[in-house]
């Protein structure tokens, strides 16, 4: 079993649909959770990053960690065509160990 | 953030030969990674560069197969040694701005294929 599973896609929405994005974990060690986005041909870049269960936002961006359930999330408000790119989330407990990453599509 | 170039930025290899991939950031950082992003899976960590030492390599990868050079805090090489069409992947730097930052950034990567 992966230590993070992560659901590779291609998950297609409208342009303006909410993008629902998750990722679980088997290794409660894992104390930072990061997502990141990485546009083809290029190397991924941080989105954001938490330490806490609950819920942080940036923008048209909210991440969410639910420790207990070990279980988190990224959601893309008003989603724009500029959105599509594969999420990858990134769980860090002594190492990075990174989710096989999402392939979104937003469609104008 | 930092600004991380590599080069080349992609190469095309005959079995058995090698390659060395440069890696150049706009500053200096602390932590230096040498990562490989295969087709539909995840990135997995080769090795941390480590600046006047010998590089900390993972599990499954050798110093052997996959020598890394750290000569001062900007810069860092990364060589796949004897390479087999099973190397075709995608590999990538990334850094650490300063130690225990948890916030890493990567370079563009370099797309390699073995033929």
């Known amino acids: 079993q992966k230590e993070v599973e992560q659901d590779p896609g291609p998950l297609s929405v409208p342009e303006g649909a909410i993008v629902s994005l998750n990722c679980t974990y088997s290794n409660s060690a894992f104390q930072y959770f990061m997502w990141y986005r990485q546009y083809s041909r290029k190397g991924p870049e941080l989105l954001m990053y938490?330490?806490?269960?609950g819920n942080k936002e940036d923008g048209r961006f909210t991440a969410q960690v639910d420790k207990s359930s070990k279980y988190i999330s990224l959601f893309i408000r008003d989603s724009q065509p500029s959105d599509s790119a594969t999420y990858l989330c990134?769980?860090?407990?002594?190492?990075?160990?990174f989710g096989a990453g999402t392939q979104v599509v937003v469609t104008p | 953030s930092a600004v991380i170039s590599q080069k080349p930025s992609r190469d095309i290899c005959q079995r058995g030969t090698s390659l060395t991939i440069q890696c150049q950031v706009d500053?200096?950082?602390?932590?230096m990674f040498w990562y490989r992003q295969q087709p539909g899976q995840s990135l997995t960590l080769i090795a941390t560069a480590n600046q006047g030492s010998e590089a900390t390599y993972e599990s499954g990868f050798v110093i052997d197969k996959f020598p890394i050079s750290r000569p001062n805090l900007t810069f860092s090489t990364l060589t796949v040694s004897n390479m087999s069409p099973e190397d075709s992947s995608i590999y990538l730097c990334s850094v650490e701005e300063t130690r225990n930052s948890y916030e890493q950034y990567f370079g563009p990567g370099t797309r390699l294929t073995v033929t």
């Open positions: 500053s200096q950082v602390t932590m």
């Open positions: 938490t330490y806490s269960s």
């Open positions: 990134a769980l860090l407990g002594g190492k990075l160990q």
